[in-house]
């Protein structure tokens, strides 16, 4: 199956620095990506819907300006939490949907990255 | 937007035994339904979807099945090993963007 790269695994900061997080597909070309917010025992809730050369989409609550998202390329996306407090100390997961001339059925799935645990002080 | 209702949140069988865990969406629009399994502090991994043009799918133990006029698609696990333990989410995907909604999740737990 396709392959979604997700940097770093666990990060540790301390309130007020920023931390970039990374979702690279690795063998398949990407238009949308996806990134996903889970606390513990609970389900995946999504932040932002990132489509390739373009604005994200930011789901109601979620502030565009706190979480930065850039989509450059068909194979990254980055997000970017900025002045991280506490309060965004979460499980934050990306996924990528294969965009392109590829199998048409294919093109509805959602590969997940391994998710990053972030910790702030 | 979509509503997804999952249950149970929580099923424990005994190995062996037969697990079902049944969602319901509001949206009659919608075209795919997928199932993820989530193993505790590791990505969600689809183990099988359906579209909408197709009743049932199964794939060795695990099977799906999807009734569109009542609007409630169900994923049948027969034969629980305990490496099934984990967290279930199934997820529809809406008319809008491709995005997908997800359910609560339920924590299965099979017990050897």
């Known amino acids: 199956g396709a392959v979604v790269s997700q940097h770093p695994s666990w990060v540790i900061c301390k309130s007020g620095t920023s931390v970039k997080i990374e979702c690279r597909s690795l063998?398949?070309?990407?238009?949308?990506m996806f990134w996903y917010r889970q606390f513990p025992k609970q389900s995946l809730m999504l932040m932002a819907t990132?489509?390739?050369?373009?604005?994200?989409?930011?789901e109601q609550g979620v502030e565009k300006d706190k979480f930065l998202i850039n989509h450059a390329s068909l194979t990254l996306s980055t997000l970017t939490v900025t002045s991280a407090h506490p309060e965004d100390s979460s499980f934050y997961i990306c996924?990528?949907?294969?965009?392109?001339?590829?199998?048409?059925?294919?093109?509805?799935?959602?590969?997940f990255g391994a998710g990053t645990r972030l910790s702030v002080l | 937007g979509e509503n997804v209702e999952q249950h149970p949140s929580t099923l424990s069988v005994q190995e062996g035994d037969s697990a079902v865990i049944k969602c319901t969406y509001s949206d009659s629009a919608s075209n795919y339904f997928p199932w993820y399994k989530q193993e505790l502090g590791k990505r969600p991994q689809l183990i099988i979807d359906?579209?909408?043009?197709?009743g049932e799918k199964k794939d060795q133990r695990i099977a799906v099945t999807l009734n569109k006029t009542a609007k409630h698609f169900s994923l049948h696990i027969t034969e629980t090993q305990p490496e099934d333990s984990a967290v279930y989410f199934c997820a529809v995907r809406g008319s809008t963007l491709g995005r997908l909604y997800f359910g609560r999740g339920t924590q299965l737990t099979v017990w050897p």
């Open positions: 063998d398949f070309q990407a238009t949308t």
């Open positions: 359906i579209r909408s043009n197709v």
């Open positions: 990132s489509n390739e050369g373009s604005k994200a989409t930011y």
């Open positions: 996924s990528a949907q294969p965009g392109g001339s590829g199998d048409p059925l294919a093109k509805n799935i959602q590969y």
